[in-house]
C-alpha cells in the first residue's frame, strides 16, 4: 500500500478544512496525461491555488492506475520545481464500485 504522504500530496479532508477556515474554493481539475497536469499545476502555482487532481474511471484505463499516481508526485515536485509548493490531492472522481475505491486508496488516492 502507498501512502498519500509518500507522495507529497495531501488528504482531501485537511484540504477542505482549511478552505472552509480560510473561506476561500478549491479547483477540481480532470487530468488524463502530462500536458494536461502541467498546465493545470502551472495555472496552481501562478494563483497559489491548492488544487484537487482528479482521475475518472476512464483516465485510469486510458492512462494507467500506476502512472497517474506518479504524475500526481511529479505534480508534487513541478509546484516546488516552479517555486510554490502548493498542497495537492490525488481524488477518484465518481468510484463506482468498492473494489476501484480501494485499489485507489492502496495507490496514493485520498
Do not use: W
Amino acid at each position: 500500500m502507498l501512502h498519500y504522504k509518500e507522495l507529497g500530496l495531501v488528504n482531501s479532508r485537511e484540504l477542505f478544512r482549511k478552505a472552509i477556515t480560510g473561506k476561500y474554493a478549491v479547483p477540481a481539475f480532470n487530468f488524463n496525461n502530462l500536458e494536461q497536469m502541467q498546465a493545470i499545476i502551472s495555472a496552481c502555482v501562478e494563483t497559489k491555488s491548492p488544487v484537487i487532481l482528479q482521475v475518472s474511471k476512464g483516465a485510469r484505463k486510458y492512462a494507467n492506475q500506476t502512472l497517474l499516481q506518479y504524475l500526481a508526485k511529479g505534480a508534487v515536485e513541478y509546484a516546488k520545481e516552479l517555486g510554490y509548493a502548493i498542497p495537492i490531492v490525488l481524488h477518484l472522481d465518481h468510484g463506482d464500485s468498492f473494489e476501484t475505491c480501494k485499489s485507489c486508496i492502496e495507490t496514493g488516492f485520498s
